[in-house]
């Protein structure tokens, strides 16, 4: 099937640099699009060509409304609704500015992370588990800000692990707070990023937003509060325990955290990795997972998060057949270094 678009004034903002976003619809919607002098061809199966001509539709709707989407923000949705046949450009983007988040607006990059906004909108207890660079903590803290505005809660607290990432910083100076803000600096950085400076020190300086290590949080209940736990997985068993036993009455906790990134001394068992299996199937609480197609941060990012999960799996493939040659078994995380190559050869004989 065939179908010809018109193009109307302003379109082509829509095409993307190099028409990088036409070719994003073509490979999404399984589609052909072809530029004419005054039209869009758009060439596919009935459904596919229809799909694809609602985007175009959606989009002079959304122009004609006054609605500026940047390329970034444009070429984001474009992505969700490609792998989410129930979206469309209108709802996304609609969507996306009814939620206040201060001086920005925030569209999920992803289909995860449209799961993951819509499960903390749904349900009052969240884990965002996935990789660096995903958006755990920075949608979590936009969600929590929307909340703030709209007066849905009176408070924002951030709490976050005081473990250092695999270094030994001795004793710090200056007063406690001091001590620890080096640890929360990401959640300072996301506030600042999405409110103006003078709002963010003012509620800092009235407890409206509270940022504070975890072992602050024993003995609390937390009414009317928008509470969010990052780098999880440097929690232990009786903190995260704690944390997830702290919420009063209208309150929502965001949990986020990277199981591949733990901290812990003495291998210690993760908290994060205990309330999977503990929390799993408990009514009211939801689990979102992500994965290197969700990061957000430079597309290196992507390769290097790839790289890293194909060498675990490459090293539990090896320790697997050296296990089969020793006859042991294994305990613990089940990682370890790849095998030298005449390990590997003996093995491979097996």
């Known amino acids: 099937m065939k179908k010809n678009i018109d193009i109307s004034p302003n379109i082509e903002t829509l095409f993307g640099t190099r028409d990088e976003n036409l070719h994003l619809l073509e490979e999404g919607l399984n589609v052909t699009i072809d530029l004419r002098a005054d039209s869009v061809e758009i060439d596919g199966a009935p459904r596919d060509v229809g799909r694809a001509e609602q985007v175009f539709a959606d989009y002079q709707h959304l122009q004609r409304n006054g609605h500026q989407l940047s390329n970034g923000d444009l070429n ?63 949608l979590a803290v936009a969600m929590a800000i929307s909340a703030l505005m709209s007066k849905r809660v009176n408070r924002i607290i951030l709490a976050r692990p005081a473990v250092e990432a695999g270094e030994r910083l ?51 209940t937390l009414n009317d509060s928008f509470i969010i736990l990052d780098e ?15 919420m009063g009455f209208n309150s929502k906790a965001v949990i986020t955290g990277d199981i591949t990134q733990i901290d812990l001394p003495n291998a210690r068992r993760s908290g994060l990795l205990e309330a999977m299996d503990v929390l799993r199937g408990v009514e009211g609480i939801s689990f979102c997972h992500f994965d290197e197609s969700d990061v957000v941060r430079h597309q290196l990012v992507q390769r290097i998060v790839r790289a890293y999960d194909d060498f675990k799996a490459r090293s539990e493939v090896q320790l697997d057949l050296l296990d089969q040659r020793t006859g042991n078994t294994r305990t613990g995380s089940g990682y370890a270094p790849p095998l030298d190559p005449s390990q590997e050869e003996r093995v491979s004989k097996q």
């Open 170 to 220: 001795g004793f710090l100076p200056g007063t406690l707070q001091e001590k620890v803000d080096p640890y929360l600096r990401p959640l300072y950085d996301a506030l600042y990023d999405m409110l103006e400076p003078e709002k963010v020190d003012r509620f800092l300086e009235k407890n409206v937003i509270e940022i504070a290590p975890i072992a602050f949080m024993r003995g609390r």
């Open 76 to 138: 984001s949705m474009l992505r969700v609704l490609a792998s989410d046949p129930t979206a469309t450009l209108r709802g996304l983007a609609e969507a996306g500015r009814q939620r206040s988040f201060g001086k920005r607006t925030v569209q999920p990059k992803s289909m995860n992370q449209r799961r993951y906004l819509d499960c903390i909108e749904k349900t009052d207890m969240v884990f965002g588990i996935g990789p660096a660079g995903t958006g755990k903590t920075y």
């Open 232 to 246: 999880a997985q440097n929690t232990t068993s009786e903190q995260m325990k704690m944390f997830v036993t702290r």
